[in-house]
């Protein structure tokens, strides 16, 4: 199925919560992934600023789901977190539920999306606390 | 244990929050799993939002089970254009190797066919309209 690219906030968001954005949003993926590497400055995995496309400051929380057909689950990674602040961008890692080629590559369940994959024609909903 | 079966929702829910509604209620399985197809996205267990009295669904959360043993997946089959959703599908993992339900499971696959998950019980988080 065929997604519109990129961010596609639901009607009604944001949702004014108390002092706070709550947003719930559509996003595909990259069109070209690069696996995450952990480390004290991390790298690869998709990168979803507060910025682009959200029009928001940071974010507070993230909630994430598996993609339309069930066969990717999207973990969000608070790379910039840790001393009780919101954060400008989360990354995104994505994780094979299946055993096949998914987006031109081969994948192999519960590990994370091989480099290189065309995940642009999946898509995951997220919910997020904003400031 | 036995729970009640189908949805029971929390006191205090439907709630509003801001302009949605959030309702928060235990969920048992079905009395016999059929298994998801990522190919053609049936199967699962398919959650209607008439059937909890509100009108679609923006974003669902979901625990694991009361006793550890089975895992969920939310699959928003007909989202990705920025949509709420009129249902979504429940996908169930085993977490153990084991005989559950009456079935045969093996650890992080999906739960067999013909499974019997009535007696299990699965908190959900839904944000709806």
């Given at each position: 199925?065929?997604?519109?690219?990129?961010?596609?906030?639901?009607?009604?968001?944001?949702?004014?919560?108390?002092?706070?954005?709550?947003?719930?949003?559509?996003?595909?993926?990259?069109?070209?992934?690069?696996?995450?590497?952990?480390?004290?400055?991390?790298?690869?995995?998709?990168?979803?600023?507060?910025s682009?496309?959200l029009?928001?400051?940071?974010?507070?929380?993230m909630?994430?789901?598996c993609?339309?057909?069930?066969?990717?689950?999207?973990l969000?990674?608070?790379?910039?977190?840790g001393?009780?602040?919101?954060?400008?961008?989360?990354t995104i890692?994505?994780?094979?539920?299946?055993?096949?080629?998914?987006?031109?590559?081969?994948?192999?369940?519960?590990?994370?999306?091989?480099?290189g994959?065309?995940?642009?024609?999946?898509?995951?909903?997220?919910?997020?606390y904003?400031v | 244990?036995?729970?009640?079966?189908?949805n029971?929702?929390?006191?205090?829910?439907?709630?509003?929050?801001?302009?949605?509604?959030?309702?928060?209620?235990?969920?048992?399985?079905p009395?016999?799993?059929?298994?998801?197809?990522?190919?053609?996205?049936?199967?699962?267990?398919?959650?209607?939002?008439?059937?909890?009295?509100i009108?679609?669904?923006?974003f669902v959360?979901?625990?694991r089970?009361?006793?550890?043993?089975?895992?969920?997946?939310?699959?928003?089959?007909?989202?990705?254009?920025?949509?709420?959703?009129?249902?979504?599908?429940?996908?169930?993992?085993?977490?153990?190797?084991a005989?559950?339900?009456?079935?045969?499971?093996?650890?992080?696959?999906?739960?067999?066919?013909?499974?019997?998950?009535?007696?299990?019980?699965?908190?959900?988080?839904?944000?709806?309209?």
């Open positions: 199925m065929a997604f519109p690219i990129g961010i596609s906030v639901l009607p009604g968001y944001p949702n004014q919560v108390g002092a706070k954005n709550q947003v719930v949003f559509d996003r595909t993926g990259p069109t070209s992934y690069v696996r995450y590497v952990t480390g004290a400055t991390p790298t690869g995995g998709d990168i979803i600023r507060a682009v496309g029009n928001l400051g940071g974010f507070d929380n909630d994430d789901t993609d339309t057909t069930g066969q990717i689950n999207a969000v990674i608070m790379d910039k977190a001393t009780g602040n919101a954060v400008p961008q989360v890692k994505y994780i094979a539920l299946v055993t096949a080629t998914l987006g031109g590559q081969s994948q192999t369940v519960n590990t994370e999306i091989a480099t994959t065309n995940l642009s024609t999946f898509s995951f909903r997220f919910e997020t904003m | 244990m036995a729970f009640a079966l189908g029971k929702v929390l006191p205090g829910y439907l709630r509003q929050v801001g302009d949605k509604i959030e309702i928060v209620f235990d969920h048992t399985g009395t016999s799993y059929t298994q998801f197809s990522t190919s053609t996205g049936l199967g699962g267990e398919v959650i209607q939002a008439s059937a909890l009295g009108g679609g669904f923006d959360e979901v625990t089970d009361t006793t550890g043993q089975v895992g969920v997946a939310v699959v928003m089959v007909t989202s990705g254009s920025g949509n709420a959703v009129k249902s979504f599908t429940l996908v169930y993992t085993a977490l153990v190797t005989t559950v339900g009456g079935q045969s499971q093996t650890i992080n696959t999906q739960i067999a066919t013909a499974t019997n998950l009535s007696t299990f019980s699965w908190r959900i988080k839904a944000l709806c309209v």
